[in-house]
């Protein structure tokens, strides 16, 4: 009972960040039904930023709890600010241009710039030696259960501090999209681009601003990230993206609560194959839960079914 407590536990928080990453996908493609696949590497940006950013101030003041508060704090604004400039740069110049050609177009240009942030980050890395592992950040637990086997469940604070800044974020979020004049604008825009501009919506604005916000929570979830593993590299925008955006695709790819949803699923169904029966096919399973999905229910569970307009 303690062993399953454990990995819910670890699913719930790893399913947090992928949650977090999912919506920014769901965002995009809700708007302008286009899927950014560039989205991970943004996210793996935010979190070499916080990497560096909680080096540098930790390598200063040292690692009390003071200064990690403040290191962490740092990490947030530096690593949403460069996010945000990054991916209303990346929507300009690669994605707008080519928003009214055909449907693999903006497709090429998002795998496109994907490689390029990857490939820059790689090479950044290389030449200035940054570090990519840091020691563990919050190391104190809260005992939960032990088994008769003398296994103990713990919810350790990084999981508080993940579980917390991601509903917090969420909540956020959630008021900015349903109670604000810039969240009756994205609405307008996923339902109808032309009439919302001939109503007087910027649509240009509104997209470019819906960018920005799916890259500060891409950017929150990297910081997340490198607090749940302590460690980050260039190449770990790939699959982390790849399974948030299973987790949209399988919460409803549209859907903002489904993405949430299918971001809890899919940190939950990795914990637990990892746990119960390997970690080697742990990948294989959450990409098998999309072709699953994918065949089953196309629109994902919480997806609804699209209206061909005629």
């Given at each position: ?64 709890a003071g ?59 290389y030449e ?147 746990g119960y ?34």
């Amino acid at each position: 009972m303690a062993e399953f407590v454990q990995y819910l536990i670890n699913g719930i928080t790893l399913g947090s960040i992928y949650g977090l990453i999912a919506v920014g996908y769901t965002m995009v493609f809700g708007i302008i039904g286009m899927v950014n696949f560039a989205h991970g590497e943004v996210f793996m940006i935010g979190a070499v930023t916080a990497l560096i950013i909680y080096v540098a101030v930790t390598s200063f003041m040292g690692t009390t709890a003071g200064a990690v508060f403040i290191a962490l704090m740092l990490c947030l604004v530096a690593a949403i600010l460069l996010t945000s400039l990054l991916n209303l740069i990346i929507e300009k110049v690669a994605y707008r241009p080519l928003r009214g050609s055909f449907r693999l177009a903006p497709l090429i240009s998002a795998l496109g710039m994907s490689y390029a942030l990857k490939n820059f980050v790689n090479v950044f890395q290389y030449e200035y030696g940054s570090n990519k592992s840091v020691p563990s950040i919050l190391t104190g637990h809260v005992s939960i259960i032990t088994d008769a086997n003398g296994f103990e469940a713990v919810l350790n604070y990084k999981n508080i501090l993940i579980m917390i800044v991601t509903a917090i974020m969420l909540g956020i979020f959630w008021y900015l999209v349903q109670k604000t004049p810039l969240g009756r604008a994205q609405r307008s825009c996923e339902q109808d681009r032309k009439m919302a501009s001939l109503l007087g919506v910027d649509v240009n604005r509104t997209i470019a601003i819906t960018f920005a916000i799916g890259a500060a929570l891409a950017a929150v979830a990297g910081v997340l990230y490198l607090v749940f593993y302590s460690s980050i590299s260039y190449n770990d925008g790939t699959i982390p993206g790849l399974k948030a955006f299973t987790a949209a695709v399988l919460g409803g790819i549209g859907s903002l609560p489904g993405a949430v949803l299918g971001g809890l699923l899919i940190g939950l169904i990795e914990i637990m194959w990892s746990g119960y029966v390997s970690s080697d096919y742990k990948d294989v399973a959450v990409f098998s839960v999309l072709i699953i999905v994918l065949i089953i229910m196309p629109q994902g569970i919480l997806g609804k079914p699209e209206v061909e307009k005629v």
